[in-house]
């Protein structure tokens, strides 16, 4: 279209003008009309005027025309076409339109172009060239901010695919345990499953001390803003910011009495403060609270706050974000809600880091903490209904949701949500851990309807048709919830009838999203204060090094995952190249990459990353196996918690498991409860491996050859089995690391791997709660 315009036909001279990039990507006639028509009607002021008066009155510069039209603003549009010549015919009709100064400098900058060209022709010329380079700028930017968006987008898919196939992993141990409990427990009396309900909260406070410093600071009950202060100030400073366990414990046990007494969920009212504040998900992010606590200022009966959940995980300051929220419900009880999440629970805690965060502050102390840690969690309310009109969840709603049924539930039971609750003998209720399992682990979706979340494999995705009947059921205005990482920190969705707030920034790598909390008035009216914590670290970098530190991020956690799945990967790789020339298609590479991770991410985007310096048509494979064996992926993985590891550091998963197996409560599991559990597994959830298989590996456990196994034997059979895991995992290791020596890396790989490893290094410091970047965003522009 643009090379059979005109101007690109011929000029005065008869001589076909030029088509390289820089003209055909800058002529747009469209443009070149508005120009020569709003040289012919508009003054300075860009109102119309008449023809005496355009004789008079000149643009001062070319940029005040551009900077009053806001021409470079405009797309497209039909009925504009007018060729260049004709354009450049009306120009030159005119010539009192034309500012002198201009003129003169476009000649000297183009100077080689119109060199030649009459005197009466030079104007003319300027003004299309000058037309055309804006045009050319305006499509580069144009270009450039679509490349860095949909990089944005592949490193934001990156990130979330791979926390939903984590959780996913997780919540398919919570469905066998589910599953084989319900078809086992049929027609015998419901056990309590190795676990006991003798509570932890009357206990003595007997700490032992803690190897190394702890802070001398004493904290007493009742809390009161003056503990508060200590804290923030104790847990603000990179060292030093360990409390005494015995006042950890104090925190916690008198935190689990209060909450123990509140309704499952919390009643909250504006009718003394006349406003509310929501926070989301923290994620052990210590420097977002202490922002938001900030900006916002502390808890009071005229500044009532709700947390909604997911206090800890993920973040290396969890268990400071959860003693600092307890310690603030017991300082102010009315203006305090505290909301449970989904990561509120020992099972996801061993998977996702904080089991190890608190082992490694108070290794002599760490198991009597999480067992109190434990009766945090079980006593948190699951929800809050705001002025009766909004409720707040951590997840969402299902087509089944029913707040008199989950007001009535005896949430004690829900020590782990992803394992079977203490029933103390009565069946087991599905209904009710349902309707927890969805108010804690659902997503919204823009089409119609309530299906299972398989991306999360636990909890639903409901439409805006759920939305609408739930709202009109329980006559609610909105619904409030958290549950996913936002790049602006909030989100509306369901004709603005649910709002999605996360509170953590910098939650996949610094610079990756902004955090927000939400502020509400007497009227439910939303306003949004949007921020990102540790702002000075950002400002230092330029946009390309923070794109960096991104993807880098991205990338680092993507090839850990693949990891996993190291071998799989080199087989099927290498069934499509039989010459073994280390290349093949890229259509094969990505078939390859999805068949085995199942990620669901662009892989054709990501080629280049993964398979670094290779060619547009072939991939050399052994440049991805060779990325994820470079020493800063293994040490990532090594620092990482895998399924199987989160399983055996909980101890009390594998006691579950085995008294669900153990059918007639003989304290052993013989053969045929083996078979009846392998044949509920297969039936839905079938494996890769065949029942005899499994029924051989059953019969290894049986260690002392009795024919039966105890608990003992289940226990040090998946201690031996991860052993042997680990052994084999560390002699892949280092046969790959023998190979590496001989042959050595690409520079592409190697250079890849060096900047993964500068752009991931993370420098911890004093959280300084002014160091942040905050806005505040009105409903008419959330």
């Known amino acids: 279209m643009l090379r059979s315009c005109v101007c690109l036909r011929s000029d005065e001279d008869g001589k076909r003008r030029g088509s390289s990039v820089e003209d055909a990507s800058s002529c747009r006639s469209s443009e070149i009309e508005r120009v020569g028509a709003s040289m012919q009607t508009l003054g300075p002021s860009g109102q119309p005027q008449s023809v005496a008066a355009q004789t008079t009155t000149r643009a001062s510069s070319l940029l005040q025309f551009f900077h009053r039209k806001g021409w470079c603003k405009h797309f497209r549009k039909p009925l504009r076409g007018m060729s260049a010549s004709r354009a450049e015919k009306t120009i030159l009709m005119d010539p009192s339109q034309k500012d002198d100064d201009t003129l003169r400098l476009g000649l000297r900058l183009r100077h080689r172009q119109t060199e030649g060209t009459p005197p009466e022709k030079a104007p003319m010329a300027c003004w299309a060239v000058a037309i055309r380079a804006a045009i050319f700028i305006q499509k580069w930017y144009r270009r450039h901010q679509a490349r860095r968006e949909m990089m944005r987008r592949c490193n934001w898919q990156i990130f979330q695919n791979l926390e ?17 409990h319900i078809h086992i427990s049929r027609g015998r009396k419901n056990q309590h499953h190795g676990e006991s309900i003798i509570s932890l909260l009357d206990e003595k406070d007997d700490m032992m001390d803690e190897l190394g410093d702890t802070v001398n600071a004493k904290i007493e009950m009742p809390i009161r803003k003056s503990h508060i202060d200590l804290l923030i100030d104790v847990f603000r400073k990179k060292r030093g910011n360990r409390l005494h366990p015995k006042y950890v414990a104090l925190i916690l046990r008198e935190g689990a009495k209060s909450l123990k007494q509140l309704p499952n969920i919390s009643m909250v009212s504006t009718a003394v403060s006349q406003q509310v504040t929501v926070c989301g998900d923290l994620h052990g992010k210590l420097d977002d609270l202490l922002v938001v606590l900030h900006k916002n200022g502390l808890p009071s009966s005229s500044n009532p706050y709700v947390f909604n959940g997911d206090f800890v995980d ?15 419900y017991l300082a102010f009880p009315q203006a305090v809600f505290l909301n449970r999440g989904n990561h509120e629970d020992s099972v996801m805690n061993a998977r996702y880091g904080f089991i190890r965060e608190v082992e490694g502050k108070y290794p002599r102390n760490h198991k009597r903490l999480l067992a109190i840690i434990d009766e945090v969690y079980r006593w948190l309310p699951l929800g809050s209904v705001l002025n009766s009109r909004v409720l707040i969840v951590h997840g969402g709603i299902s087509d089944n949701t029913s707040l008199d049924l989950i007001k009535s539930i005896d949430r004690g039971k829900y020590v782990s949500i992803l394992r079977p609750p203490l029933t103390d ?12 399992f969805d108010i804690m682990w659902s997503d919204p979706q823009t089409v119609m309807g309530c299906v299972p979340n398989t991306l999360r494999g636990a909890g639903v995705w409901f439409g805006p048709d759920v939305t609408e009947n739930f709202l009109q059921r329980h006559r609610l205005s909105y619904v409030i919830r958290s549950h996913e990482c936002k790049p602006n920190g909030h989100e509306f969705m369901h004709d603005n009838k649910v709002i999605t707030i996360f509170s953590a920034s910098n939650y996949y790598a610094i610079g990756s999203n902004k955090g927000a909390y939400i502020r509400l008035n007497n009227q439910l009216m939303p306003h949004f204060v949007q921020y990102i914590s540790a702002a000075s670290q950002s400002k230092r970098l330029s946009f390309k090094q923070r794109m960096g530190m991104v993807e880098s991020s991205a990338l680092k956690e993507l090839a850990v995952k693949m990891r996993d799945y190291r071998d799989e990967l080199e087989d099927e790789f290498k069934k499509f190249d039989p010459d073994n020339t280390g290349c093949i298609t890229i259509t094969n590479w990505c078939y390859v990459m999805e068949k085995v991770t199942k990620l669901g991410l662009p892989w054709r985007l990501l080629r280049d990353k993964l398979a670094p310096g290779t060619d547009s048509h072939m991939v050399n494979y052994y440049t991805t196996l060779d990325l994820l064996d470079t020493d800063v992926i293994l040490e990532a993985e090594a620092d990482g918690t895998s399924v199987m590891d989160a399983l055996y550091a909980n101890k009390a998963s594998l006691v579950a498991i085995f008294n669900i197996i153990d059918a007639d409560d003989s304290g052993e599991i013989t053969l045929d409860e083996f078979e009846t559990a392998i044949d509920l597994l297969t039936a839905h959830m ?22 039966k196994v105890d608990l003992n034997e289940f226990l040090e059979a998946f201690r031996l089995s991860d052993v042997q895991r680990k052994q084999q995992q560390d002699e892949n290791t280092r046969r790959r690391s023998e190979v590496r020596a001989s042959t ?10 060096d900047r993964i490893s500068r752009n991931t290094v993370i420098v911890e410091q004093d959280i300084d709660p002014s160091d942040c970047e905050a806005k505040v965003i009105k409903p008419n522009k959330a």
């Open 425 to 436: 003998g009565e069946p087991l209720d599905k209904t009710e851990w349902q309707q927890i």
């Open 744 to 753: 050595k890396p690409s520079d592409p790989v190697t250079e890849l791997a």
């Open 314 to 328: 993920r973040g290396k300051r969890g268990l400071e974000v959860l003693l600092l929220l307890l310690s603030l």
């Open 686 to 707: 079938p494996g890769a491996y065949s029942k005899e298989e499994m029924l051989e590996k059953c019969r290894m456990m049986d260690l002392n050859g009795d024919g």
């Open 164 to 180: 939903y196939a984590s959780e996913q992993d997780q919540a398919e141990v919570r469905t066998i345990r589910r599953r084989v």
